[in-house]
């Protein structure tokens, strides 16, 4: 691993938590909850993470979440996330959760975000690293679920920063979710969405348009719509592209030919991000370094790239101005 990625500072934006289950804990937590798993071995699990499309790996990502049944599980999985990429020098995470997903096997909401948000907040105590946790709702679902679940996070408004739209995204547009977006806006949540990661640059117009997002997941389709390149370019609206998923759900062909260049020369702020790490085959570090030689392994973009990450997150002013010098001065140390 190029050590100038291990130690640069930087924040993850696009993580979805249920997504860092890796294979070993799923087996532990499995056993210590007496469920068999269709599969024989953690290899055979892995061999499993073949996939051509956004809607294979979810069929994959929903079944392997039914694992986690207490708010311990949930405290695990997430502190075995946050010791990996204390490792990398990550400094600020905003965590998704799909309440939704636990909800309807029965598993109370309280459940799974006392257990992210306990292990973030030891996290914090221990390795310095600052959180969020946005809830999403899942977009196959109807707006009526999202606005119930919206409902059970009202109790819980102290330990969620906003809301997220995530799963299938073809056929299910961010016009389907206006109100609900709307109600967790008035009610102070920021809003961001999933959007042209397999869906048209329209469901990203409609992210900003109608659900007024602060920030676009993925947004690979823009690039389809030179106009709406240009609109994100000038508000500075922040991207959060993962590379390592892009190219396991064949949203790319090559991680060669992954569009972060072409975007970048686009002026569009980008941030690099793991979206699925367990399942994607690397953590934020491996997406920085899938992309780097795209870049001629050149520092300053790199250093760019991080920088964005920080610009991006929901921080206050202060955390976020000490964390941006941090990297001018991990990047002065180095040169
Ligand atoms: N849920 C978890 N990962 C996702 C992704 N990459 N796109 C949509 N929904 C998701
Ligand atoms: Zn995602």
Redesign the pocket.
Known sequence: MNSFINGLPKAELHL?IE?TFEPELMFQLAERNGITLPYESVDALRKAYDFSN?QDF?DI?YQGMNVLRTEQDFYDLTMAYLRRVHAQSVRHVEIFF?PQGHLERGIGFATALDGIHSALQQAEKEFGISFGIIMCFLRHLDEASAQETLALALPHRDKIIGVGL??S?RGNPPSKFEKVFARARAEGFHAVA?AG?EGPPEYIVEALDLLKVERIDHGNSCLQDRTLVERLADFQMPLTV?PL?NTK?CVVDDIKNHPLPAMLEAGLRVTINS??PAYFGGYLNENYAAISPLLNNDQSQLAELARNSFRSAFLSGERQQALLADVDRYVTAQN
Request: aromatic share 6%; glycine share 6%; proline share 0%.
């Open positions: 979805h997504g956004l979810l990502y799909d995530d799963s995204e999933h990661e993962c998923s759900l979206d699925d």
